[in-house]
């Protein structure tokens, strides 16, 4: 029963959340969040931990984002694990230090956690806690991707954009490109907005390199708003 109470308050949160047959409405949302985490559902800690890391609906807090990830995180929950790594990795609050964050991302993907794969995947690309290995990245990207991971579908098109550890291919590059921006990646969006900018591996064309552009700064590409 208390697992349907949980699930029950799960699914308002959601709706509220998400604002779907009702006003969107985070406070509310957290509201039914905090009483389905109060039964111990993972996912909704998770919730949480997003909304206070990000400031949705309550003031923002990385320290209790923090909590709440590691209450979810003690209940086995892969992408506390990963929540939990990238708050290290980036010193949210914390001290940054990327041998912890490894370990939570490493603990993340024994449950094949395609966010901790991609970060780890990162971390090996730029030498960050560990030894530059573009092989061990590119094979972290390649787990993720199988996942549908836009951002390390991404990923994997810089290394071939950059011959990272590959042959330089703007073939490939922009393969894997598209598949990013398919999933509405913006930063995928944007390096086919320079793909056509630049005429890597097609011809120039500014027409295309705008289109990408702008679908990329509506995504709040910073890069692309510049």
Known sequence: AKQNHSDAFYSLANLYEKGIGVDQDYSIAIKYYKLSSELNNSDALIKLGYFYENG????QSYIKAKECYEASALLNNSDALYSLGYLYENGYDVAQNFAIAIIFYKS???QNNPNGLNRLGYLYENGYGVE?????????YKLAAKQNNSNALCNLGYLYDDGKGVKKNFFKAR????????????NALYNLGLIYEEGKG?????VKARFFYTLSANKNNWRAIE
């Open 56 to 59: 949705y609906g309550a003031i």
């Open 108 to 110: 993340s993907i024994k």
């Open 132 to 140: 530059k290995n573009y092989n061990e990245a590119k094979r972290y």
């Open 175 to 186: 393969k894997y490109y598209i598949l990013s921006a398919k999933l509405g990646n913006s």
């Open 202 to 206: 097609v011809k120039i064309d500014y």
